[in-house]
């Protein structure tokens, strides 16, 4: 692939250390002995230069696309906007697949159970990660007509999406990830929710239970429900709600698993419900999709975003309008470089053409605002913060239809009735959970608190990237607490919070995932995702003390703050953890 000729005075890239290890693993393109054959910089040149060259399909553009790719270049390296994983590992590459998102019908017949397999093992194969219903298949034990024999049921064949999960290397570099979903008036739901309760089990899976309206007012009424089988639709038999949700708790304290996600909620804010229902979202919850659609993600860095005024910290509103208005153009570009496994996808995306900005970096804003996580102040800006966003980003949208036209099943979405004028996108933000993007932008990920003010990840199977959050660091210096000993002690415990020598306002704002109480998690949640199309990626993270009734509590104020799911993680509920403080190395 042709990528344009790298400038000579283009500025180097500065990389943390743990961004250097993640980018010549995972990123840099490799020769056939697996050494990298491009450095960081010419990796962020080719994205930037193949994503702005796409300007030379519309000849209305504003843009020289040389300069362009200098402005890409630049908001990529100083960390204020990066694209998902697979736009920065495929983009000018001979692959070319740049979105991160899938969503694949499973059918009730084999034909059609394993060309989902093959189609996900594509998709992997490309980097993107995949979520499924497999609400249509047919329930264990029952008939099968062709054959006379007995059908073995989703959870069977979820096993064998799992196997084929196992064998195939994300882009040759990390296994794939898979979303698989079960609506909860599925004859085989209690299956499906226990499916995980051996570790090990599924470990390819993100599971979630998809939640009706009207399940959720049997639970609150201490009603029946019926179960339904998906051919015949009839009643197969009916459960007591609330033992069902019940079970769901308890299993999620155990595992982590199953999750929930509210589907009839999800398909209200579905923009194109002519082209049929949403069943799934992708593997980490953020992005509900049609079934064939995918999606191609962003994130603005907002640590980046502050500004000294009258010796205060403020939010940089008119930088962050900007990036935002660059990094939509940039999405939108990144429709058009894409390529796609399989024909139907192509179609469906480019009819729809969604994008999902998000945010990370969030819990590092806060910090640098002095503006404890677990207070209200914090809920109002994160509800100002992505409103603004969702606004800027829409605009961004509209004047990209403009330019370029609408999105092409504009007519028939929802908005036409609405009234608002022709958008290019049917969606523009979601945010995600920013695992990898946030190692590199040296940021906290996502919307989430930060795990620990220092701490241990464990990634790519065997290394340990050990984190000090630098903001936390920075205060202890500037207040005059620094010392070797006290660091100790963080790396030790995690937290500072029941550090009763150091003074109240550092041990309020340096806040972390275990500090907080669990409710507050839900309500920064539910405060990004009124402001945000698709849905908010965020765990719920409890200490290992969590009982079943705080995550009952959890569930259900998801439901009534108008969230689209949720999922907890129990500190230590699993043998094998990712993130470790001191003491749970
Ligand atoms: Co997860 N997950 N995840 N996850 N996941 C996170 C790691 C995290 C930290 C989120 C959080 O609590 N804030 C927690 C772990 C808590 C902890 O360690 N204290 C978590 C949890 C709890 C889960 C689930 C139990 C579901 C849940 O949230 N309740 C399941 C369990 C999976 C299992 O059974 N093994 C789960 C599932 C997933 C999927 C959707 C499958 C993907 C991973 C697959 C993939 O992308 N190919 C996933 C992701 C992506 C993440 C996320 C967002 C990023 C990980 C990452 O890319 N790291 C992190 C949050 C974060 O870090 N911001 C949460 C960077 C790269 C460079 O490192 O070694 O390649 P890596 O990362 C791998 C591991 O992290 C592994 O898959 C990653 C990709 O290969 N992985 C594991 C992901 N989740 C989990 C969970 C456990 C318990 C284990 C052992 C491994």
Redesign the pocket.
């Known amino acids: 692939m042709d990528v344009m000729k790298m400038p000579a005075d283009l500025p180097d890239v500065n990389l943390n250390s743990n961004a250097e290890l993640?980018l010549k693993?995972?990123y840099q393109r490799k020769g056939l002995d697996g050494t990298p054959i491009e450095t960081a910089k010419e990796m962020f040149w080719r994205v930037a230069a193949s994503i702005a060259s796409m300007e030379k399909n519309y000849p209305s553009s504003p843009f020289k696309t040389k300069d362009l790719a200098r402005t890409f270049y630049t908001l990529m390296t100083q960390y204020d906007f990066l694209p998902n994983?697979p736009t920065l590992m495929n983009a000018g590459t001979e692959l070319g697949q740049l979105a991160a998102c899938f969503v694949l019908p499973v059918g009730d017949s084999m034909d059609e159970i394993f060309d989902a397999v093959k189609h996900a093992a594509l998709i992997?194969k490309s980097g993107g990660?995949t979520g499924f219903s497999f609400t249509r298949l047919r329930p264990k034990d029952s008939r099968v007509g062709s054959t006379g024999g007995v059908a073995s049921g989703p959870i069977s064949f979820l096993k064998i999406f799992n196997t084929a999960t196992e064998q195939v290397k994300?882009g040759g570099?990390?296994?794939?990830?898979?979303?698989g979903i079960l609506r909860v008036d599925h004859p085989d739901i209690l299956e499906f929710i226990r499916a995980?309760e051996r570790?090990?089990?599924?470990?390819?899976?993100?599971?979630s239970v998809a939640l009706t309206e009207k399940f959720m007012q049997a639970v609150e009424h201490d009603e029946e429900y019926p179960l339904i089988a998906p051919q015949s639709q009839e009643v197969i038999e009916t459960l007591k709600a609330r033992e069902v949700f019940e079970l769901l708790v308890r299993k999620?304290w155990e595992?982590?698993?199953?999750?929930i996600i509210f589907i009839d909620r999800i398909n209200r804010d579905n923009p194109n419900p002519d082209q049929g229902e949403i069943e799934s979202t992708n593997?980490?919850?953020e992005q509900p999709l049609l079934p064939y659609e995918a999606c191609n993600l962003g994130s603005i860095n907002l640590a980046r975003f502050v500004l000294e005024k009258d010796g205060g910290i403020e939010v940089d509103w008119d930088r962050l309008r900007e990036v935002v208005q660059l990094s939509v153009r940039f999405l939108d570009n990144v429709i058009d470089a894409s390529e796609y496994p399989l024909e139907r996808i192509t179609e469906t995306v480019r009819k729809n053409r969604k994008i999902g900005l998000g945010v990370m970096g969030w819990a590092d804003l806060l910090y640098q605002l002095g503006l404890p996580y677990d207070s209200r102040r914090a809920i109002v800006l994160a509800e100002q913060m992505m409103d603004f966003i969702q606004k800027e980003s829409r605009s961004a949208s509209k004047k990209l239809a403009m330019e370029r036209g609408p999105f092409p099943s504009y007519e028939t979405s929802i908005y036409k009735e609405q009234n608002l004028g022709p958008y290019r996108h049917a969606t523009t933000t979601t945010i995600?959970?920013?695992?990898?993007l946030?190692?590199i932008a040296g940021c906290s990920?996502?919307v989430?608190p930060l795990?620990a003010l220092c701490f241990v990840?464990?990634?790519?199977?065997g290394?340990k990237?050990t984190e000090a959050n630098s903001f936390f660091v920075k205060a202890l210096h500037d207040q005059g607490c620094y010392s070797e000993k006290l660091m100790a002690e963080v790396i030790e415990k995690g937290s500072v919070r029941n550090m009763e020598f150091l003074p109240e306002e550092l041990r309020s704002v340096y806040v972390t995932?275990m500090d907080i109480d669990p409710q507050w998690h839900l309500k920064m949640q539910a405060a990004f995702q009124k402001h945000t199309d698709n849905a908010v990626?965020?765990?719920v993270?409890l200490p290992n003390s969590a009982t079943q009734e705080d995550i009952y509590k959890i569930y259900w104020m998801a439901y009534e703050e108008g969230c689209k799911g949720v999922?907890?993680?129990r500190?230590?509920?699993?043998s094998?953890?990712?993130?470790?403080t001191g003491e749970?190395q």
């Not at 995600?432 to 990898?436: D, E, I, N």
């Open positions: 993640v693993k995972r994983s992997h990660g994300q570099t990390r296994r794939g990830a898979n979303m995980k570790e090990g089990d599924l470990n390819n899976f993100n599971l999620a595992s982590g698993d199953p999750g593997p980490c919850g995600a959970p920013t695992g990898t946030s190692i990920s996502g989430e795990f990840r464990q990634v790519m199977d290394e990237l995932s990626s965020k765990t993270n999922t907890v993680y500190d230590g509920c699993k094998v953890q990712v993130l470790c749970g």
